[in-house]
T-cell receptor
Framework: AQSVTQLDSQVPVFEEAPVELRCNYS??????LFWYVQYPNQGLQLLLK??????LVKGINGFEAEFNKSQTSFHLRKPSVHISDTAEYFC???????????FGTGTLLAVQP | EPEVTQTPSHQVTQMGQEVILRCVPI?????FYWYRQILGQKVEFLVS????????KSEIFDDQFSVERPDGSNFTLKIRSTKLEDSAMYFC?????????????FGEGSRLTVL
């Protein structure tokens, strides 16, 4: 079975500062990893995904994430955040024969002016 | 850009009533899912559906829940007799392929409030 841990429930950051949202996973099989964003009162939108290949994955809105197998992590980063990046960010894992996504508890990114 | 659409966006119901949430997945997708998110909590998997049958379901998806693809376009979630704890945002999702092909596309959700 897979699981995902997002240790930070909320990350406050000032506009134009860099940010890292942490995600750790556990799995006994190879995994596929995802970051989704949820803006207020909206659905889930895919930011980026790691399926295979390069461990550094670039996504939309200037976000990127690095898959680290030895540390079982998939942290999300952005070098300079905007007010519009304020949203809930969910890390998710999918692996083995299952086609379901397992989500973390989410991290609220609160960008302040 | 194709998208998953859900109706209603918000439904208020009395405890014990039946509720049907509707979803129109992306037209060429083959796998369909329901997830729910209780307010302030994480997104939880309910059920996946492929080839007109349930392929996987969670412990949450008990006998009170059922899914159906009544025609070529709709995918519905029925809650037979709603409980207070069924209050949540319900997300429908679809994907073109199975485990190895990545992305699930989510709808904007249906908020269910059980009084």
């Amino acid at each position: 079975a897979q699981s995902v841990t997002q240790l930070d429930s909320q990350v406050p950051v000032f506009e134009e500062a860099p940010v890292e949202l942490r995600c750790n996973y556990s799995s006994s099989v190879s995994v596929y990893l995802f970051w989704y964003v949820q803006y207020p009162n909206q659905g889930l939108q895919l930011l980026l995904k790691y399926l295979s290949g390069s461990t550094l994955v670039k996504g939309i809105n200037g976000f990127e994430a690095e898959f680290n197998k030895s540390q079982t992590s998939f942290h999300l980063r952005k070098p300079s955040v905007h007010i519009s990046d304020t949203a809930e960010y969910f890390c998710a894992v999918r692996g083995g024969a299952t086609n379901k996504l397992i989500f973390g508890t989410g991290t609220l990114l609160a960008v302040q002016p | 850009e194709p998208e998953v659409t859900q109706t209603p966006s918000h439904q208020v119901t009395q405890m014990g009533q039946e509720v049907i949430l509707r979803c129109v997945p992306i037209s060429n997708h083959l796998y369909f899912y329901w997830y729910r998110q209780i307010l302030g909590q994480k997104v939880e998997f309910l059920v996946s559906f492929y080839n007109n049958e349930i392929s996987e379901k969670s412990e949450i998806f008990d006998d009170q829940f059922s899914v159906e693809r009544p025609d070529g376009s709709n995918f519905t979630l029925k809650i037979r007799s709603t409980k207070l704890e069924d209050s949540a945002m319900y997300f429908c999702a679809s994907s073109a392929g199975a485990a190895n092909t990545g992305e699930l596309f989510f709808g904007e959700g249906s908020r269910l409030t059980v009084l």
